[in-house]
């Protein structure tokens, strides 16, 4: 399977990206470009699920969204004007075709079809209750809890059993659920995950990200509020607030680092975040230095930023190769470290006797940084100096990121001058949270209620946690150790 980011060893991963199209010709070819565009937000799995007017059709497949949805007689298949689909990188469940999403069952009210973002923070819980009422899951996935929720509700209308079901499960989730009678669209209470209404002619969409309604020429309508649900049917589009209004937590790592630079998250362009964090970094972290080069490419709007305010000249010194995904050479140490090396190569000419800046979005197990710090030296660089464009990553997320446990975690097991001789960097330092915060246009965190949801730097997580209490947690991060590859 071939993935896109270069130091794909040790980076945060999104869970998944979700789109969906109502009322458009070919609606599944649309699914699919639309797909293409959240790529970066999954790239163990796809899936798309299409409704003809009579019946569903779904094709899921392992690997990336091309190479399983550009050919012909898989798309023959998904005729139909109405369309969701789904890219995965799994936190929960195993990696296998059954957890591939969108799920579809056929539920008393016909069939239905869901797409989800995020992670049920009480899907083991809830699991044990309906297993003993009598459900029969063919999935290890948290999202199929919710279709059984839907399912064994005492509510009439398939309405009334979402809204129930979304009542009792905590946690984070952006949902596209398909119907015979329309589409819905559903972001939890505080926002965690993001969700984008969009319009292509009469068809509407629902999408994670701005940049996929740019890749299919639709116009960008608003973002779906924290806990609102729509309904598009016949055309029309209505809302419904069916939770009790809380303040919001929108996921902060989304402008660090999981949203394309070319979105618009909160009506705020991700790219212009980004350089402002590095305008932080340099005003809070200044190093006398000859160069700012960015880890490619999470690393790049970030630097310019930094080098903006720095004065110190921005450069490509780490160059990075668009034609291998993951590294094919895999026997023995020696040779695994040379395939390294046809992903990514210092610049030497430029590098040699500087003094550089190094810039990356976070630092998570270290691995990655021990390897691209090693790589300048190698290059003849004078003074290697690490700046990250966020503080440190000390706590592990529930709501639907791959984070590694906490024991893996660098910054939860060093301090920030021990990191620094960990992946031997001339000095190491991070972005406080009162600065990402500021790049974001606040004046500060809000330390009584937080604009954002920023557990991953705080610990102050948004709801409660009821699969991974003190007593569980090791438990449950040993299970998904074991499953995820």
């Known amino acids: 399977?071939?993935?896109?980011?270069?130091?794909?060893?040790?980076?945060?991963?999104?869970?998944?990206?979700?789109?969906?199209?109502?009322?458009?010709?070919?609606?599944?070819?649309?699914?699919?470009?639309?797909?293409?565009?959240?790529?970066?937000?999954?790239?163990?799995?796809?899936?798309?699920?299409?409704?003809?007017?009579?019946?569903?059709?779904?094709?899921?497949?392992?690997?990336?969204?091309?190479?399983?949805?550009?050919?012909?007689?898989?798309?023959?298949?998904?005729?139909?004007?109405?369309?969701?689909?789904?890219?995965?990188?799994?936190?929960?469940?195993?990696?296998?075709?059954?957890?591939?999403?969108?799920?579809?069952?056929?539920?008393?009210?016909g069939g239905f079809a869901v797409a989800h973002n995020g992670n049920i923070s009480n899907a083991t819980a809830l699991r044990k209750i309906?297993?003993?009422?009598?459900?029969?899951?063919?999935?290890?996935?948290?999202?199929?809890?919710?279709?059984?929720?839907?399912?064994?509700?005492?509510?009439?209308?398939?309405?009334?059993?979402?809204?129930?079901a979304l009542k009792q499960v905590e946690g984070a989730y952006s949902l596209i659920c398909l119907t015979a009678e329309g589409m819905i669209g559903c972001r939890d209470p505080l926002g965690i995950r993001p969700l984008v209404l969009g319009k292509l002619g009469d068809a509407h969409i629902l999408a994670s990200e701005t940049v996929a309604l740019d890749v299919v020429g639709a116009e960008f309508v608003r973002s779906v509020e924290p806990g609102e649900l729509v309904i598009i049917r016949d055309g029309q589009l209505t809302s419904h607030h069916p939770f009790a209004?809380?303040?919001?937590?929108?996921?902060?790592?989304?402008?660090?680092?999981?949203?394309?630079?070319?979105?618009?998250?909160?009506?705020?362009?991700?790219?212009?975040?980004?350089?402002?964090?590095?305008?932080?970094?340099?005003?809070?972290?200044?190093?006398?230095?000859d160069l700012v080069i960015p880890v490619p490419d999470s690393g790049t709007p970030a630097a310019i930023g930094y080098a903006q305010e720095s004065g110190i000249p921005f450069e490509l010194g780490i160059i990075r190769s668009h034609y291998v995904g993951r590294t094919f050479i895999q026997p023995g140490d020696k040779v695994r470290h040379l395939g390294v090396k046809l992903k990514h190569n210092a610049n030497r000419a430029l590098i040699a006797g500087k003094r550089i800046v190094l810039i990356d979005d976070s630092i998570v197990r270290?691995?990655?940084?021990?390897?691209?710090?090693?790589?300048?030296?190698?290059a003849g660089a004078a003074e290697v100096h690490m700046r990250i464009a966020s503080p440190p990553t000390q706590h592990s997320c529930f709501y639907g990121v791959d984070t590694p446990e906490r024991a893996k975690l660098l910054a939860a097991q060093m301090t920030v001058g021990q990191m620094a001789n960990f992946i031997n960097a001339d000095s190491l330092s991070f972005l406080t949270i009162d600065g990402l915060y500021r790049a974001l246009g606040e004046a500060k965190r809000n330390d009584e209620i937080p604009q954002y949801c920023d557990a991953c730097f705080t610990g102050d997580y948004p709801t409660t946690l009821t699969d991974f209490d003190e007593n569980s947690i090791d438990d449950q991060f040993s299970l998904l150790a074991e499953r995820v590859v």
């Open 130 to 164: 309906l297993v003993r009422r009598g459900s029969i899951f063919q999935s290890t996935s948290d999202t199929e809890v919710i279709i059984h929720l839907v399912a064994t509700s005492n509510y009439r209308t398939l309405i009334d059993r979402f809204i129930d």
């Open 245 to 289: 209004e809380r303040a919001a937590r929108p996921c902060i790592f989304e402008y660090v680092y999981f949203s394309r630079p070319d979105s618009i998250v909160e009506g705020t362009s991700v790219y212009s975040v980004r350089k402002a964090i590095g305008a932080e970094l340099a005003r809070e972290n200044p190093v006398e230095a």
């Open 366 to 378: 270290g691995t990655t940084s021990l390897k691209i710090v090693q790589m300048m030296r190698d």
């Open 1 to 109: 399977m071939l993935t896109t980011h270069p130091f794909d060893d040790d980076k945060l991963r999104e869970e998944c990206g979700v789109f969906g199209i109502y009322g458009a010709e070919s609606a599944a070819a649309v699914v699919a470009l639309g797909l293409h565009a959240l790529q970066h937000r999954g790239q163990e799995a796809a899936g798309i699920t299409a409704f003809d007017g009579k019946e569903f059709h779904t094709h899921r497949a392992m690997g990336h969204v091309a190479g399983n949805f550009d050919r012909d007689d898989i798309m023959r298949q998904l005729g139909g004007a109405s369309s969701i689909g789904h890219v995965r990188y799994s936190t929960t469940g195993e990696t296998a075709l059954r957890n591939v999403q969108p799920l579809f069952a056929d539920l008393a009210t």
